[in-house]
Nanobody, 115 residues
Framework: QVQLVESGGGSVQPGGSLRLSCVASGSIFRFRTVGWYRQAPGEQRELVAR???????DYTDSVKGRFTISRDDAKNAVYLRMNSLNPEDTAVYYC?????????WGQGTQVTVSS
């Protein structure tokens, strides 16, 4: 059974930084595009960053220049470095393949940005 475990969230002030980590229970990311998603209260889950097997990255406009996605296939892991956080970044953050596999969603990690 596939498990995705996200960690690294927390509460930060505007302008702060966090680094999220996601570890998979097996080599499910290998040779696949992987992404970070987020879901704010009352909103649909959205893809904010993705990285291909070759390392090419893409970001939603609202996080470009602030977030950086990376991966380590040897560790079955994907990371999201988030800088210059603002209250609009408050959400639960999840990792998954792109497109997401419905049965693989983990618990996510909460990110709260407020003063």
């Amino acid at each position: 059974q596939v498990q995705l475990v996200e960690s690294g969230g927390g509460s930060v002030q505007p302008g702060g930084s966090l680094r999220l980590s996601c570890v998979a229970s097996g080599s499910i990311f290998r040779f696949r595009t992987v992404g970070w998603y987020r879901q704010a209260p009352g909103e649909q889950r959205e893809l904010v960053a993705r990285i291909t097997m070759s390392g090419s990255t893409d970001y939603t406009d609202s996080v470009k220049g602030r977030f950086t996605i990376s991966r380590d296939d040897a560790k079955n892991a994907v990371y999201l470095r988030m800088n210059s956080l603002n209250p609009e970044d408050t959400a639960v953050y999840y990792c998954n393949r792109v497109p997401g596999v419905n049965t693989w969603w983990g618990q996510g990690t909460q990110v709260t940005v407020s003063s």
